[in-house]
């Protein structure tokens, strides 16, 4: 079946084919009858316009690409819903890749947007190095999503995730418990300022010699590895602060499996406060990180760089906040401090 051409819409509104071109581009030099006569015909014709033309033409795609680190983690779709909050009504859209927290390949997604000639890039929670980030500043406006680098053209949206880290330990602490274990991030996003704020907690809490910090990542496999760890060792901890929501879903698992009460025989607290930490048969303690309005002011940043040609980044951090539910309680009583 033949597509419509411009010619093709010229012809259905009667006017000439470089009106509906200025129609097309949004120009205003257009009157509001002729405008609506071209948008009926297009419509009538089921015409859509090149969008490499458009590109070519007007020197922008009205594209943002968005790069997120894992799929399988329900973090990023409340970030990717923020995202598309703040591009609705602007003209632009987002399209969506993702990495699979490869380097190699969360490079190469990065590339093939910038291929597409994107006019602007978020890159939620990478995991690969920070001169890719540098150098895809140098060619259109970047903005990291949880995770932030000293560079002067990319913007970053963050949480306080050493804040977080330290309101969970106070939170156990409070509870009672001593003997509090930390499954970290690995390399991932935030990892270490979670990992920090532990360590920072539990020293002035006096519990330097319990510090007990096991390497993990932000998945459920890296979660449960943790977990299985821990429990190898002579003394047990009385509670575990796991990097991410998704990682504590494997840890819960772990502990099932052995036939230990959560939070009767070990509390267990997750961070990012996702739809799974809600559920309400896992109840999950966890640290909340406002995930909508992250993506809301990644997608604002970028529309603030393009329409201002701002040279210079900005840094916007966001307080986490506790969320406490099923999954914590006091230590047994034989394990109180």
């Given at each position: 079946?033949?597509?419509?051409?411009?010619?093709?819409?010229?012809?259905?509104?009667?006017?000439?084919?470089?009106?509906?071109?200025?129609?097309?581009?949004?120009?205003?030099?257009?009157?509001?009858?002729?405008?609506?006569?071209?948008?009926?015909?297009?419509?009538?014709?089921?015409?859509?316009?090149?969008?490499?033309?458009?590109?070519?033409?007007?020197?922008?795609?009205?594209?943002?690409?968005?790069?997120?680190?894992?799929?399988?983690?329900?973090?990023?779709?409340?970030?990717?819903?923020?995202?598309?909050?703040?591009?609705?009504?602007?003209?632009?859209?987002?399209?969506?890749?993702?990495?699979?927290?490869?380097?190699?390949?969360?490079?190469?997604?990065?590339?093939?947007?910038?291929?597409?000639?994107?006019?602007?890039?978020i890159l939620a929670s990478p995991v690969f190095g920070?001169?890719?980030?540098?150098?895809?500043?140098?060619?259109?406006?970047?903005?990291?999503?949880?995770?932030?680098?000293?560079?002067?053209?990319?913007?970053?949206?963050?949480?306080?995730?050493?804040?977080?880290?330290?309101?969970?330990?106070?939170?156990?602490?409070?509870?009672?418990?001593?003997?509090?274990?930390?499954?970290?991030?690995?390399?991932?996003?935030?990892?270490?300022?979670?990992?920090?704020?532990?360590?920072?907690?539990?020293?002035?809490?006096?519990?330097?010699?319990?510090?007990?910090?096991?390497?993990?990542?932000?998945?459920?496999?890296?979660?449960?590895?943790?977990?299985?760890?821990?429990?190898?060792?002579?003394?047990?901890?009385?509670?575990?602060?796991?990097?991410?929501?998704?990682?504590?879903?494997?840890?819960?698992?772990?502990?099932?499996?052995?036939?230990?009460?959560?939070?009767?025989?070990?509390?267990?607290?997750?961070?990012?406060?996702?739809?799974?930490?809600?559920?309400?048969?896992?109840?999950?303690?966890?640290?909340?990180?406002?995930?909508?309005?992250?993506?809301?002011?990644?997608?604002?940043?970028?529309?603030?760089?393009?329409?201002?040609?701002?040279?210079?980044?900005?840094?916007?951090?966001?307080?986490?906040?506790?969320?406490?539910?099923?999954?914590?309680?006091?230590?047994?009583?034989?394990?109180?401090?």
């Open positions: 079946m033949k597509h419509p051409t411009i010619l093709d819409v010229a012809n259905e509104a009667g006017v000439s084919k470089s009106l509906v071109s200025l129609v097309m581009r949004g120009s205003d030099r257009v009157s509001p009858s002729s405008r609506k006569a071209v948008l009926e015909a297009a419509e009538k014709l089921g015409y859509r316009p090149n969008a490499a033309a458009r590109t070519m033409v007007r020197q922008r795609s009205y594209v943002i690409g968005v790069m997120v680190s894992n799929l399988h983690n329900p973090f990023f779709a409340d970030v990717i819903d923020g995202i598309d909050t703040a591009v609705t009504d602007t003209g632009y859209r987002a399209i969506l890749t993702t990495g699979n927290r490869l380097p190699e390949r969360e490079r190469l997604a990065v590339a093939t947007l910038l291929e597409m000639r994107v006019d602007g890039l920070r001169e890719v980030a540098i150098e895809a500043s140098q060619t259109v406006p970047t903005v990291l999503v949880g995770k932030a680098i000293r560079a002067p053209a990319v913007d970053s949206v963050t949480n306080d995730d050493r804040r977080g880290g330290e309101m969970v330990v106070n939170h156990l602490v409070e509870l009672g418990h001593r003997r509090i274990a930390h499954i970290d991030g690995g390399s991932g996003a935030g990892a270490r300022p979670r990992r920090t704020g532990y360590t920072h907690a539990m020293r002035r809490h006096g519990l330097e010699s319990e510090i007990r910090s096991v390497r993990g990542n932000f998945t459920e496999e890296g979660g449960a590895a943790g977990m299985r760890s821990l429990l190898t060792e002579s003394t047990r901890p009385t509670a575990v602060f796991v990097a991410n929501d998704l990682a504590a879903i494997g840890v819960l698992e772990v502990l099932d499996a052995e036939g230990l009460d959560v939070p009767g025989d070990l509390s267990v607290v997750g961070y990012d406060n996702t739809a799974l930490a809600a559920n309400r048969r896992l109840g999950l303690t966890t640290v909340d990180q406002p995930r909508h309005d992250m993506g809301r002011m990644a997608a604002g940043l970028i529309l603030e760089k393009i329409g201002q040609d701002r040279t210079t980044a900005r840094h916007v951090v966001l307080p986490p906040k506790l969320v406490a539910r099923e999954s914590t309680g006091p230590p047994s009583d034989g394990e109180r401090s």
